[in-house]
């Protein structure tokens, strides 16, 4: 990997660890008793270092959101060809999706867990930041949809709804899994959500 990678793969690594670091804070403390000065001190890195990357808090914890959303992206970029669309879809968002660090969920109360993440999503001050970046989601996802269908973004609409009904279901999902009790396996979310879209959303 050339230096210009690796700085690019060193900088994406510092992003991930002050997101992540201020989703696990603001659960464990609530978003108004975290500041910038321990998000930074929790990822290993100073203000000024946090500072260059994020705007704030808000921007911070949003980034874990759209990070997801574009790895599950890449993800659909690279799936066969023959794959039909919205299995190609539900495969990418399964193997994509994530909560956090494996390792550090290992032992975490997953219903303590989602109930901290509902009241911290439940913001208003973080919901700006959530819109932002669904939108921009949405701009990243439409593009890879109109290569894989042969459709223009400029042009076509498909790709722009298909875009929005994938984000849509990532918020869904989300706020289901936190609310849900017992929780159930964002994996068994994912498949139903996505089933149900592709088939038109029937009335149950």
């Keep these: 990997m050339t230096t210009e990678g690796l700085r690019e793969r060193k900088k994406r690594e510092t992003r991930i660890a002050l997101s992540w670091a201020a989703i696990r804070l603001s659960a464990e403390r609530g978003l108004g008793n975290v500041r910038v000065e321990d998000i930074a001190a929790e990822a290993g890195v100073s203000a000024r270092t946090f500072n260059n990357y994020f705007?704030?808090?808000?921007?911070?914890?949003?980034?874990?959101?759209?990070?997801?959303?574009?790895?599950?992206?890449?993800?659909?970029?690279?799936?066969?060809?023959a794959e039909p669309f919205w299995e190609a879809v539900t495969n990418a968002a399964l193997t994509r999706f994530g909560l956090g660090k494996d390792a550090e969920m290992e032992h975490v109360d997953l219903e303590q867990w989602a109930s901290s993440l509902r009241l911290v999503f439940a913001e208003s001050a973080l919901q700006g930041e959530i819109h932002k970046a669904d939108a921009q989601i949405e701009t990243e996802m439409a593009a890879v949809i109109a290569e894989r269908t042969g459709t223009d973004p400029g042009r076509d609409l498909y790709p722009h709804l298909a875009a929005a009904a994938v984000a849509a279901v990532i918020r869904a999902v989300t706020v289901h899994w936190m609310r849900a009790r017992p929780t159930i396996p964002i994996s068994d979310l994912l498949t139903d959500a996505f089933r149900q879209v592709s088939t038109g959303l029937p009335v149950p």
């Design 55 to 81: 705007s704030g808090k808000g921007e911070a914890i949003a980034f874990r959101h759209l990070e997801r959303a574009r790895q599950i992206t890449e993800e659909l970029r690279s799936r066969p060809a």
